[in-house]
């Protein structure tokens, strides 16, 4: 009986032993674009931005407007976003609607079985992350702290931006994100 609880728990080890914290140099990863065409994402060489969305998430679905301005704000600054969707739940017809109705100025990618948002211990979306340009994770947190963009007091993805673009410590390099939870694939923690 013991043996048979202790298999599940050993089971998720290698899962949470992944997860990135800040200061961590991470390796380079793939998502899939909407088409299914696998995407490398070299996490060295550029500043990284890695934002987890969702479809049918409210939450999320109230940032879109902030999420296009701060991709066309950093883009120019050479930062290189990738707007992930890792729920299961969302099919990617859906999901290539959803950026057309939504007028997303980026593409959308697809993590599929949710590989990049464990690694990386990602569990809301919105949820985001900065690595810099040695691959080191230095920020991982919410977009902003209110959903209504009029109470915003903090700007936590474009505060560590701009302190990694300027090559200083991000002053608060981790902040809880809020929203919907992901989706995870079936079999996955």
Excluded: W
Excluded at 12 to 18: E, N, T
Excluded at 76 to 81: D, S
Excluded at 96 to 103: C, M, P, T, V
Excluded at 113 to 127: C, F, K, S
Aim: charged share 20%; glycine share 10%.
């Amino acid at each position: 009986m013991r043996l048979r609880l202790a298999l599940p728990l050993l089971a998720c080890v290698p899962l949470f032993a992944q997860q990135a914290g800040i200061g961590t140099k991470l390796g380079d990863f793939a998502l899939a674009d909407l088409d299914g065409k696998t995407t490398p994402v070299a996490v060295s060489g550029g500043v990284t931005v890695v934002v987890f969305i969702s479809t049918r998430c409210p939450i999320s679905n109230d940032y879109h407007e902030r999420m296009n301005g701060v991709y066309a704000d950093y883009r120019a600054r050479g930062v290189r976003f990738y707007f992930a969707n890792a729920n299961a739940n969302e099919p990617v017809a859906e999901m290539r609607a959803h950026a057309k109705e939504a007028g997303f100025g980026f593409p959308v990618f697809r993590d599929a079985g949710n590989v990049v948002a464990d690694r990386l211990g990602a569990t809301h979306t919105p949820e985001s992350f900065v690595i810099d340009s040695s691959g080191v994770l230095r920020y991982h947190g919410y977009i902003d702290d209110a959903r209504n963009p009029a109470r915003v007091r903090n700007s936590g993805l474009r505060a560590a931006l701009d302190a990694v673009l300027s090559g200083v410590a991000v002053e608060k390099s981790e902040t809880k994100a809020f929203g919907c939870t992901i989706k995870r694939a079936r079999g996955v923690s």
